[in-house]
């Protein structure tokens, strides 16, 4: 295993697919959102982060996740993640951003219902 | 509208903009330089550390990153620029530093404080907001903490796999202490062996003079790394040792805190002290793995045994075969642990052949081993070979195709009724006897055991064996067995009871007493067996 994160893009439209594999750190988090923010300034306001190759998430990752909601939620547009551990899908319920992203058990599920 | 009211009222109106955007600090000199007399400028806000940092400022503007001044109780205005203070309340929460374009009225500082007294109050509305959020997002994470340990009492104790197990420890782990890189460490002998590291490791085993440390505090070492950290260019490190129930059974090592801010920071007292729990819980888990993996072990051990017992059973002669004059006895008892005798009998012209052998080792090599043997035997004895060459072929056969330190003790007799006469092998077994007259020869070795080396040759041995001799072959589990004080029943116990009146079935039931009232409620360690002939008249047919 090795720390660093890999991210790659599925562009759908005015959707997008962000897979990751690593890391969500604060390196692995700025990643994310550097390449979420081009999405958003590119028109993207549908965005599904499916975490099926990631095993770890730290606080600070999570911060930054917040705040890609955040500014997705500015722009109106909505934000999704799909295919979590188990251990990060009750992280990502207590800290709290199951409130303002829906989470999904599977891309296909999710591709359905955001329309992507 | 009057134009001064025109002019504040627009003025607030692009201020009010900033609350509710949660402006960029750029925005704020940009809405200055739109309704004064103040083009350029810079922006101080108050950071954590109570300093006043540079947040904005215009382009080709000189200013400092950090204001070392106290921030004025009013504005101050000089004739080419302004310092206007920013404060909510008491508090001063920034300063604007901004530079005139050319002359200036009182009504353009009137505005100037104006605006600074709404500024302050969209910025330390921002930072309430902020601080609340980050509250909230501490509270939270605070609960997600408790949560992991609680978690790792359930599900990591209920992980038995210890592969599975070393994953979930080191993935909970880096979440729990903001760690970039991590390692878990289990005994092997005196010294901690990597066991899963997330990241590279320099060695597989943790530094001595670390381990020294961690067995002798008992409790998380924190420091700021240097070229021997076990992690290649890490900054800071932290190990902890996992304490099992009557030693330190492993180490959990991490490196790299992130910061909020980006950097790397030491991993502070309260990461240690989480870590510390962590690893509590985590000696819970890895024991239980332990005595899952142990019960594991032992169940796939009862199988092959099982298996083992199955396939000897299934070789060894089923039934005593009964000859019109000539009388023959067996006895076969498995020790629990599945050892390696063998006993066959095989018809041959005017009499019979007799054969016990021991194979080294136990369980299912043994039984393989006999399986070799009960295949190779058949096969020799079957064709009517001279026992010297039976033993030959067999030696150079099983030397062949057993491991290297497997081999097998043996003895045949063949006894020719006609011709009164009793041939044998005895390959480095036990001696058989020989029973006639009231006189008690040996059939001793005189080879090596079948299958030790290559070159073996064996020479068959001819004794006179007329009518009314018995022949007795055992294996060494009659005469080494135990009772319990661990003394051996030996030859010295079973040579009294060889009685040549006797018939083969009253010595088998006499040894195999003896032997009994001797070992009395120790275990038996080997298995027995014991074949005894007397000759007579006869064919040999096989009973049910």
Known sequence: MT???KVAIDRKGSGAVLYTKGYINNVGGEEIANRAYELMDDGVRTLLLNLRETKIVNSIGISILIEIIEKMMDKGGRIAFCCLTPVIHKTFQIMGLANYATIYDSEEAAAKELAL | MPPLVRRFSDFFRDLEQLERTAARTEAVLEVFARHTPFPRGALYLRDRDARLRLAAKSRQFIAPEILDDEPPAELIASPDRVIVPL???????????????GVYEEQDLDLLRAGAVFLSTVIANQRLTQEAREGDFQLKYRLWELETLYDIGLSIAGTLNIEELADEILFRMISLINARRAALFLREGGRFKVYRSFGD??????????????LEAGRPISFEAGADCIFPACTTFVAVPIRGDNEVIGVLAAADRETRDGGIGVFDENELRLLSLFANQVAIALENARLHRDALEKQAMERELELAATIQRDILPKSVPSLEEMEIAALARPARQVGGDYHAFFERENGATLLVADVSGKSMPAALLVSALHAAVQLLVGEGRPLGEVATELNRHIHSWSAENKFITLIMAAIDREAETLEYVNAGHNPGYLLNDGRVDTLKSHGLPIGMLAQSKYMTQIRPFPSGSTVVLYSDGITEAENEAGEEFG?????????????????????GAAVDAFTGSAPQKDDQTLVIARSGSGRMRNQP
Not at chain 2, 205 to 212: A, G, M, P, S, V
Not at chain 2, 491 to 511: C, K, T
């Open chain 2, 491 to 511: 030859n010295e116990r079973l040579e009294p009871l060889l009685d040549g009146r006797a018939s083969p079935a009253e010595l088998r039931d006499r040894i």
């Open chain 2, 201 to 214: 490791v320099r060695s597989d085993f943790l530094d001595d003079e670390l381990t020294t440390q961690l």
């Open chain 1, 3 to 5: 720390e660093e994160l």
């Open chain 2, 87 to 101: 404060r909510s309340g008491r508090d001063p929460v920034g300063v604007l530093a901004l530079a005139a374009a």
